[in-house]
Nanobody, 117 residues
Framework: QVQLVESGGGLVQPGGSLRLSCAAS????????MSWYRQAPGEERELVAT???????NYADSVKERFTISRDNAKNTVNLQMNNLKPEDTAVYYC???????????WGKGILVTVSS
């Protein structure tokens, strides 16, 4: 059974930091590209960051220099370190996996991040 389980969300003040983690199981993690998406209230889901199976990374312009995506293939986890958080980062964050041939993909259930004073 495939599972992507996000953790680490919550309430943080502007300027603060959070670290999201996604624990994967049920598929060969090292063969998948991993991403974080987010969806704010009333908005469409957007891509935040991607790390390829070989470790290459890409970021949305809105989070560059503030967020860092990383993966640990030994632990089947992908992380998102979020620094200098802003109120506009408030959203449900989703973990996403796609196979290297783009044939198969999986979503986590999401975790809420709220940035507010």
């Amino acid at each position: 059974q495939v599972q992507l389980v996000e953790s680490g969300g919550g309430l943080v003040q502007p300027g603060g930091s959070l670290r999201l983690s996604c624990a994967a199981s049920g598929f060969t993690f090292s063969r998948y590209h991993m991403s974080w998406y987010r969806q704010a209230p009333g908005e469409e889901r957007e891509l935040v960051a991607t790390i390829t199976r070989l470790g290459g990374t890409n970021y949305a312009d809105s989070v560059k220099e503030r967020f860092t995506i990383s993966r640990d293939n030994a632990k089947n986890t992908v992380n998102l370190q979020m620094n200098n958080l802003k109120p506009e980062d408030t959203a449900v964050y989703y973990c996403y996996a796609i196979s290297s041939n783009y044939a198969t993909n999986y979503w986590g259930k999401g975790i809420l991040v709220t940035v507010s004073s």
